[in-house]
């Protein structure tokens, strides 16, 4: 991997706009503790100690920003700023670039759900959008996939095409910018699918992480305690590896 450019000046939108409906709590995804913090504590910082210089911006829906702040006091957390979301992720990221500066040269866009994204990948899709201007981690399916059709039958479909996307996808300022600056579609499932749709402009795919997991249901706050064990004994391999 070519060496990241330090004069680069980057901003990160990290959308969190979950209400908690399928976590079967009262308490929204994002503020949920995992490793005794929360979710998004773990996002924000996850981005601050890959790029220190760089503008985070927290997109919340307006009901949680309070409790955001009173919450986020509680535990070391990187500085950022926040903003109100929209009806839609779609107007979430909309805002979320408005509120960054003009000066940045590239737009970092991340499920504040994802609080297990890597340094490492975060640093391999910002080469990849430094390179080619765009960047989306995705991972190969290993399940099987069916089509179901209206008449209850289906059929087996080739999952070798096929790829799981994730966040961050890292985009060219200029780029991400004038893709958002369109109203809103419901054919726009990503921001990849913005620019494609709204642009013309062709998409690159990179390698994301399977550990790289947006946090969901119950049962992910328990692969999430999984995944940070597993981070921890490779983080401590690693200093012994060094001394």
């Not at 939108?13 to 913090?37: D, H, N, T, W, Y």
């Not at 419901?186 to 997991?213: H, M, P, Q, W």
Request: charged share 25%; aromatic share 6%; hydrophobic share 40%.
């Amino acid at each position: 991997m070519e060496k990241i450019k330090e004069e680069i000046t980057r901003g990160i939108v990290i959308v969190a706009g979950g209400i908690g409906s399928r976590m079967g709590s009262a308490i929204p995804k994002q503020f949920a503790l995992v490793g005794g913090e929360p979710v998004l504590v773990r996002t924000i910082n996850a981005f601050a100690t890959t790029f220190p210089t760089s503008k985070i911006v927290v997109v919340l829906p307006a009901s949680q920003i309070a409790f955001w702040k009173n919450l986020s006091a509680r535990f070391t957390v990187a500085r950022h700023s926040v903003v109100e979301g929209g009806e839609q992720r779609f107007h979430s990221v909309q805002r979320g670039i408005e509120a960054l500066s003009g000066a940045v040269d590239y737009i970092a866009i991340h499920d504040g759900v994802r609080p297990f994204v890597s340094r490492q990948m975060i640093k391999r899709v910002a080469e990849c959008a430094e390179r080619t201007g765009t960047a989306v981690p995705v991972v190969h399916p290993v399940d099987s996939f069916r089509i179901e059709r209206e008449d209850g039958s289906s059929q087996q479909i080739d999952r070798s095409p096929l790829r799981i996307v994730q966040t961050p996808q890292i985009f060219e300022a200029g780029l991400i910018r004038a893709a958002y600056d369109t109203e809103y579609d419901k054919a726009f499932t990503d921001d990849s699918s913005v620019v494609e749709r709204v642009l013309g402009y062709k998409v690159t795919l990179c390698e994301g992480e399977r550990s790289n997991i947006k946090i969901t249901t119950p049962e992910d706050l328990a692969f999430g305690e999984a995944i940070l064990r597993m981070q921890s004994d490779k983080e401590a391999n690693e200093e012994a590896d060094r001394e």
